[in-house]
């Protein structure tokens, strides 16, 4: 797998690289509820009692945002590194048994078989992306990988599809994001780039629309199915 761009925008015959910049939890693994209930254990350890729904409703948004919006302002700050340790450790019982959404591995080799780029931008720590790669079985037709490491913010912030297009020698205008979270949808937008949104990370289709979704599926299986038509590949035939 090649983890750096390339020196050129183009593919050997002179046109434009295009390429899927995928988010990786609730998108490509199902893991948004394991996640949801990591989360509520973290807090309740540290003596908040949060409420599973607001916490769902959050996943894919950057830790510190999350702990920001479920947490009161006037809070002891000095605890939230706490909670985000303890939601890491929590969520790592489960790495062993992480399996993909419907259609995903498939629908990654349908990407690059169809000629385009595939980089995984997740915001996830590294070793929580190894053990979803490991899950996808998929590292033979990546391009690129980013991580929480390569970015200063996180979503809704735009810095991971940022340093994944870097990765993977992309400009805005030949790339699309492949999201499960209104954060995906909003962080794509603000590097002026269309998302398409599955519904396997829990959220609604009229949500995601009203978020700006160009367009929505039930999973990676039904936009595997609907490839051709559907914005990759429209993205693909160029």
């Known amino acids: ?48 009692d949060v409420p599973m729904h607001r916490i769902h409703r959050l ?41 993909p959404t419907r259609g995903a591995t498939e629908l990654l080799r349908r990407c690059a078989d169809a000629g385009l780029v595939v980089v995984l931008a997740s915001s996830s720590n590294v070793t929580e992306v190894a053990a979803m790669r490991e899950a996808l079985g998929s590292d033979d037709v990546l391009t690129a990988v980013t991580t929480a490491t390569d970015a200063e913010h996180s979503k809704p912030e735009p810095d ?10 992309l400009r805005p205008e030949n790339a699309i994001v492949v999201g499960d979270a209104r954060w995906d949808v909003q962080s794509a937008w603000k590097l002026g780039l269309d998302a398409v949104c599955v519904t396997s990370g829990g959220i609604s289709e009229t949500e995601l629309r009203e978020a700006g979704a160009v367009a929505v599926f039930a999973d990676p299986q039904e936009l595997l199915e609907d490839f051709e038509s559907s914005p990759l590949g429209r993205l693909a035939a160029g």
């Open 160 to 169: 991971i599809f940022a340093a994944a297009l870097k990765a993977g020698d």
């Open 59 to 99: 996943i894919g948004m950057g830790s510190e945002q999350l702990i920001d919006e479920l947490l009161p302002e006037d809070r002891d700050k000095d605890g939230d590194d706490a909670i985000g340790a303890a939601h890491g450790s929590l969520f790592s019982v489960h790495w062993a048994g992480l399996k």
């Open 1 to 48: 797998m090649t983890s750096t761009p390339s020196e050129k925008s183009s593919t050997p015959d002179g046109r434009p690289r295009r390429g899927v910049l995928f988010d990786v939890d609730g998108t490509l693994i199902d893991s948004s509820y394991l996640h949801t209930v990591a989360w509520w254990q973290a807090f309740n350890q540290a003596g908040h």
